[in-house]
């Protein structure tokens, strides 16, 4: 089975700071996801990560995935209060279509 | 653009009722999920299916069916509902392709109430 773990559970920073998400999983995967969630919604995609090595950038978010440390990380650069949310990684098995998700960062960023 | 739609969007129900949730998607996307969400424990798969007529077990099929018809809907349902499924379901649907590496698209979400 594969395990998703998530840190921090909980992020609490100033507007205008930088921060990581950290996500590692414990099976050889080379496909990686971001969401995000707001309070009582439904989840967005943010980023798609398919091999090693791969990174990604929109807004002040960016996200990267190094498959040989089962390791993604997501950098939130000046952070912004419209950045609060919920962000979960999901990671696929190498065959199928299963998705396997973190328990989630909620993140809250503090004028 | 409909997208993926679920129904209903809130439902309050008893132990031990047949509790049935919709989900339809508009994409003709091959695969369809059904995820439960739980504080501290993320996302987790019921059951999913790779194409009509085709479904198999997630993280945590028990006390759950499924079944596919026709490839835009994938109804979920509890056959004797009891509190632990208290929860908020999330319906997706993604179309893999060649290649793989699609993202799953989400649902707004059933929040249901087991008394």
């Known amino acids: 089975e594969l395990k998703v773990e998530q840190n921090p559970l909980f992020l609490s920073m100033q507007e205008g700071k930088n921060y990581t998400i950290y996500c590692n999983y414990s099976?050889?995967?080379?496909?990686l996801y971001w969401y995000r969630q707001d309070p009582g919604k439904s989840l967005e995609s943010l980023f798609v990560l398919l091999s090693n090595g791969a990174v990604k950038q929109e807004g002040r978010l960016m996200a990267s995935l190094d498959t040989k440390a089962r390791l993604s990380t997501l950098h939130i650069t000046a952070a912004v209060h419209d950045l609060s949310a919920t962000y979960f990684c999901a990671v696929a098995l190498p065959i199928g279509n299963q998705f396997y998700f973190g328990t989630g960062t909620s993140l809250t960023v503090i004028p | 653009d409909a997208g993926i739609t679920q129904s209903p969007r809130y439902k309050i129900t008893e132990t031990g009722r047949q509790v049935t949730l919709m989900c339809h998607q508009t994409w003709s996307h091959s695969y369809m999920f059904w995820y439960r969400q739980d504080l501290g424990h993320g996302l987790r798969l019921i059951y999913y299916s790779a194409a009509a007529d085709i479904t198999d077990k997630g993280e945590v099929p028990d006390g759950y069916v499924v079944s596919r018809s026709k490839t835009e809907n994938f109804p979920l349902t509890l056959e004797s509902a009891t509190r632990s499924q208290t929860s908020v379901y999330f319906c997706?649907?993604?179309?893999?392709?060649?290649?793989?590496?699609?993202?799953?698209?989400f649902g707004p979400g059933t929040r249901l109430l087991v008394l």
């Open positions: 099976t050889t995967s080379d496909r």
């Open positions: 997706a649907s993604s179309d893999p392709g060649l290649a793989g590496g699609e993202t799953q698209y």
